[in-house]
Every structure is written in structure tokens, then in C-alpha cells.
């Protein structure tokens, strides 16, 4: 590996504040992330380096990337070329500075399982709504992939903030703001450990652009600018926004499956959740050979039936699509392995996922996880009825207000699903507590082992 030269140029100190980042892993390749912060020239290069060792001795590849103010000087590097199934470990430098160092990891190559997957899943960090020891107890346990499932920045303040976490940017309404927002997020000591200690795949909810927007209430410059604002500070591998910008994608993991990431945010208009687009291409995104699938999607797939059916409790998730969940639930009918993973209800919760939660008689397709929020809390004056909740629905197993995290545990025989929770968000160093765990063999349903 021929060495490249450290861009030998005076900035400010500091430009490394906002952390690092990797994301969207294949079996050959990784995307790095960082953003520099500071009074910067319009363009500034930087130097990436990946090696086999966290010392940095055996290097496996390095080079230049320019970051540019226009993409506020964030940096995307795909790098290709890796072994896969193994770790590696980055880092930026540039002008004497250096970023910390970040561990990044392969996915199996095709036809390989290798020894298994642990997948963390995680939503819903209001910063003013409490610390985020969850991140910290991702970044130590050991996670090969961390998916995102919406709500990574809330672009409103709390009217009851947790002192120590207000946001300290204000609420933003176009590009600048937007940025402000996620430097503001980005700096968190603790979401920057966890989002240097393993791969990212992200997806986005409403709260990154405005709280249960839709494409016909928000403003499409604002819509914009919250949308490049979120690609400059993510480790996604897609080019910058364009006229469209499709998000949608999915992860393959050897043999042991692929996880499919939707967007149920910016296509959703009443008559259709998906789009006619990301409808296509689910389909074909479904239908793979490995062993199991992983559908992420930011809002409730298998539904919560009020206790009246007349309408919808939650019309904005899937059970606002009826015949559009029907649709998918034929697409998930045919492979025995499907696991929905959800976020957005600051809840944890397992579930039987059918074309109609209503109709017991149908088959479950699916077995559906929500993973608990990081910070955001769940509204008191409903937290009384969530016990009754599995008593009108016969399909939900678990639910509960909890702060934490998911961790998914894949082998080609079995998955195993396990909540952590934070015991309070609103102080600084909370208990750490397991919450109860499943158990999915290949082929079968779900059981409660813990
Ligand atoms: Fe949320």
C-alpha cells in the first residue's frame, strides 16, 4: 500500500468534533463518514486510511477525499476492495489533525453465513428528551450492524426539556438550520461511540424534516434542505439529493439473508404508503434465497386495533394501507423466515404480523419487533392503557414504554431477539436492564425464552 500524503493545510482546530461514522457494509466494500466543523475554505481534502489493525501497522487502503462546503464539508468515502466478513478499523487526518479512530466490518460474502450476525436496532433519540447510555451500551456490546429506524434529530423542542439536554440550535426550518440541528445531535459523546463502533444503515421517520409531515403539508424547499441536511451527516453510500431522492435499499448478508429498508415516510399521501416505485422495487427486494429477511420499516407494520374498528388508531402507519399490508403480506407469505422491525412508538413490543390484524384465521407472516425508543419518552396519560392493549389485540404478545434498544441475534437456524433498556433517560449514568428476549427457530413462530 503506497502511502498518500496527509494534506498539509492550517484549519482550525477541532474540525473532527462531529465524530466519525461507517455505513451501508457489503461483502467488499464500506462507506466512511465524518463532517468538519469550523471556519474552513470552500474546499478542504482529506486523508482516509483503513488498516487490519486498530494500530494502523497493516494498511488496506487509503486515499483522498475532497469535502466541499456546498455539502458542508461532510465526506463520503466508499471504500472497496475489503475481505469480507471481518472487521477494519478507519481514520481521517488532515493538516496534523486526526479524527478518532472508528471500526467498521464486511458483511458475509455470498453462499457464506459466517458465524452469525448481531444486529442492533435503534429510533427516536430527542435530544431534549434524556441522555442516550444506550448508544454507549451498543458501542460495548459487541454489535456487527446498527440499524437506524427513523427520528435520528427532532426538528422541534420540547415544551419539557431535560435540563443539561436542551438543544442548544434553533428549531430549523431550512438548510442552515437543518445542519445546526445535526452538529448540535452529532456532537453527543455517546452517539458518537456507537456510531464509530460498528457499520450504520439508516433510514429517516418524520421528525428529521417535521413532525408527521406529509408531501402535501411541508414546504418542498424545506423538504430539501432537511433532506440534504440529513445525507451530509449520514454514512449512506447514495449520492447526494437530487431532483428525487429514493432511500430505500437493502443489505445483503450471505447466506444468512438480507435486510430490506423502507421509507413509509416520504412517499406516504392516503392512497399509498410505499409509492408506486419503492412498490416495485419490494417485490424484488423480498425475494432472496437467504436464510433469513430483516424488514425494517420506521412505523408499525402489524397494527393496533382500537378498541372500536371503525378507524385506524394509528392511521399514518400501515394500518392506514390496508390493502397495501395485504399486498405485502402476500410478498412476505412466500419464504418462512420474515422478521418486520419497527420503531417510532416509544414502545417495545412483539407481535404477529397477518394481512389483517383483525383476522385471526389468516396466517402470520411475520414476526414484527418494535424497538424501544432512544430517548423519546412515551406520553404518560397513555402509558395506563398500554397492559389492556394485548386484550382487544390477540396478535401482540408484548408491549411496554421503554427507553433502550433491540439487539437481533441471526444464525442460520435460529434468531434470537432481545430487549435493553435504560432505566431513565433523564439522568446521566441510568440502570442498564434486559427486557425480555425471543427465540425464532428457522421455520417456526416466535417464542417468549426470557
Ligand atoms: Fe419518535
Not at 458542508?72 to 478507519?90: E, F, M, N, T
Not at 429510533?123 to 429506524?149: P, S
Not at 425508543?373 to 396478535?395: C, K, V
Request: hydrophobic share 40%; with cysteine.
Amino acid at each position: 500500500m503506497a502511502p498518500v500524503e496527509e494534506p498539509a493545510i492550517d484549519l482550525p482546530d477541532g474540525v473532527f468534533a462531529l465524530g466519525i461514522a461507517s455505513g451501508d457494509p457489503a461483502a467488499d466494500s464500506v462507506v466512511l463518514w465524518t463532517r468538519l466543523i469550523g471556519d474552513l475554505p470552500d474546499l478542504v481534502p482529506l486523508l482516509w486510511e483503513v488498516a487490519f489493525d486498530e494500530g494502523f501497522l497493516g494498511l488496506s487502503g487509503t486515499g483522498i477525499v475532497d469535502t466541499l462546503a456546498d455539502f458542508a464539508h461532510s465526506a463520503h468515502v466508499v471504500v472497496a476492495g475489503l475481505q469480507p466478513d471481518r472487521w477494519y478499523w478507519y481514520r481521517f487526518r488532515v493538516g496534523g489533525q486526526v479524527s478518532p479512530v472508528g471500526r467498521t466490518r464486511t458483511m458475509p460474502a455470498a453462499g457464506q453465513s459466517g458465524s452469525g450476525l448481531r444486529i442492533g436496532l435503534g429510533c427516536c433519540q430527542r435530544r431534549d428528551g434524556g441522555y442516550w447510555t444506550a448508544h454507549d451500551d451498543i458501542a460495548g456490546a459487541g454489535v456487527d450492524l446498527f440499524v437506524w429506524l427513523g427520528d435520528f434529530i427532532y426538528s422541534e423542542t420540547s415544551s419539557q426539556p431535560i435540563p443539561g439536554r436542551e438543544h442548544r440550535s434553533k428549531d430549523p426550518v431550512d438548510l442552515a438550520g437543518y445542519r445546526a440541528r445535526y452538529a448540535d445531535y452529532r456532537s453527543d459523546p455517546a452517539l458518537q461511540t456507537s456510531s464509530a463502533a460498528q457499520p450504520w444503515v439508516v433510514t429517516w421517520d418524520d421528525h428529521e424534516v417535521f413532525n408527521d409531515y406529509t408531501s402535501a403539508t411541508i414546504d418542498p424547499g424545506r423538504r430539501a434542505d432537511a433532506y440534504q441536511a440529513w445525507w451530509e451527516h449520514q454514512p449512506t453510500r447514495l449520492a447526494a439529493p437530487a431532483d428525487t431522492f429514493e432511500i430505500h435499499q437493502f443489505i445483503d448478508l450471505g447466506s444468512l439473508g438480507r435486510i430490506v429498508v423502507t421509507d413509509t415516510r416520504q412517499h406516504a399521501d392516503g392512497s399509498t404508503l410505499l409509492g408506486q416505485t419503492q412498490r416495485d422495487w419490494l417485490a424484488g427486494a423480498l425475494d432472496h434465497t437467504g436464510s433469513w429477511t430483516v424488514m425494517a420499516s420506521s412505523v408499525l407494520v402489524g397494527g393496533l386495533l382500537a378498541p372500536t374498528q371503525r378507524e385506524p388508531l394509528l392511521a399514518y402507519t400501515w394500518d392506514g394501507y390496508p390493502e397495501e399490508r395485504a399486498w405485502l403480506a402476500e410478498q412476505l407469505a412466500r419464504h418462512p423466515n420474515r422478521i418486520c422491525v419497527s420503531g417510532d412508538l416509544h414502545v417495545a413490543a412483539a407481535l404477529e404480523v397477518r394481512a389483517d390484524p383483525a383476522d385471526r384465521l389468516l396466517p402470520v407472516v411475520a414476526t414484527e419487533f418494535i424497538a424501544p425508543a432512544i430517548s423519546s419518552s412515551f406520553l404518560d396519560r397513555y402509558e395506563p392503557y398500554l397492559p389492556l392493549i394485548p386484550l382487544t389485540n390477540a396478535h401482540i404478545d408484548y408491549i411496554e414504554a421503554a427507553n433502550g434498544w433491540l439487539l437481533l441475534e441471526l444464525t442460520p437456524g435460529k434468531t434470537t431477539a432481545e430487549f435493553r433498556f435504560v432505566a431513565d433517560v433523564t439522568v446521566p449514568s441510568p440502570t442498564l436492564l434486559a427486557g425480555p428476549s425471543y427465540e425464532i427457530l428457522s421455520g417456526g413462530a416466535m417464542d417468549r425464552s426470557g
